[in-house]
């Protein structure tokens, strides 16, 4: 069964280094999404991406987050300059979206866990 | 309480009894989803049911929503220790592209 793969599994970084995390999507999927959640706290909505473009993003992905898919394949999270509070697990998601159908279902990835010392 | 909200918090039981969560949000939904995870894991997609539908099932999940009252619940029939995990919810709101709001989810330990 297809599934939504990310890479690194885990990644350790010093603080003010950029990271950038990968996403290989499901292959006939159209919509992208990453997500982050916080140790001990909920999944949050980080940005969507459709069409080669930010469809959507949420508060937390500021100027220091960018998103770009270089290939037919890949979809990746850059952070420019790392926090300490961006640790946490980060999810990319992929869905469908059938056209006309307002309802998606998103299928995640094990997630990469980012630590930031 | 803020969209997606799940209750209770925690929930413990034997093996073979049902495990009911419930969650609500505030406002209007294309459909929502439950997703499961299991500790440090990924999210495992459960099931999605639309803002027309009433109820759902898949196996031993039964899936309810009640969109006067903005609120689903997730049943679990004969649970099994391997359903020990946190369950979520997640709304996809109307007029968004699509973006999930998670609750902050119920964690199921499943004894045997």
């Known amino acids: 069964e297809p599934e939504v793969t990310q890479t690194p599994s885990h990644q350790v970084t010093q603080m003010g280094q950029e990271v950038i995390l990968r996403c290989v999507p499901i292959?006939?999927?159209?919509?992208f999404y990453w997500y982050r959640q916080i140790l001990g706290q909920k999944v949050e909505f980080l940005v969507s991406?459709?069409?080669?473009?930010?469809?959507?993003k949420s508060e937390i992905f500021d100027d220091q987050f960018s998103v770009e898919r270089p290939d037919g394949s890949n979809f990746t999270l850059k952070i420019r300059s790392t926090k300490l509070e961006d640790s946490a697990m980060y999810f990319c998601?992929?869905?469908?979206?059938?056209?006309?159908?307002?309802?998606?279902?998103?299928?995640f990835g094990p997630g990469t866990r980012l630590t930031v010392l | 309480s803020q969209q997606g909200e799940e209750d209770p918090q925690a929930l413990s039981i034997q093996e073979g009894e049902n495990a009911t969560m419930n969650c609500s949000y505030k406002?209007?939904?294309?459909?929502l989803q439950w997703y499961r995870q299991n500790s440090g894991r990924g999210l495992v997609h459960l099931i999605l049911?639309?803002?027309?539908?009433r109820e759902k099932h898949s196996g031993r999940l039964r899936v309810t929503l009640d969109t006067s009252k903005k609120s689903s619940s997730l049943l679990i029939t004969a649970s099994r220790a391997a359903d020990t995990a946190s369950y979520f919810c997640?709304?996809?709101?109307?007029?968004?592209?699509?973006?999930?709001?998670f609750g902050a989810g119920t964690r199921l330990a499943v004894h045997p």
């Open positions: 998601a992929s869905s469908p979206r059938l056209q006309g159908d307002f309802s998606n279902e998103q299928f």
């Open positions: 292959s006939n999927h159209l919509y």
């Open positions: 991406f459709y069409n080669n473009e930010i469809s959507e």
């Open positions: 406002t209007s939904i294309n459909n």
């Open positions: 049911i639309r803002s027309n539908e």
């Open positions: 997640a709304t996809d709101v109307s007029g968004g592209y699509n973006k999930l709001i």
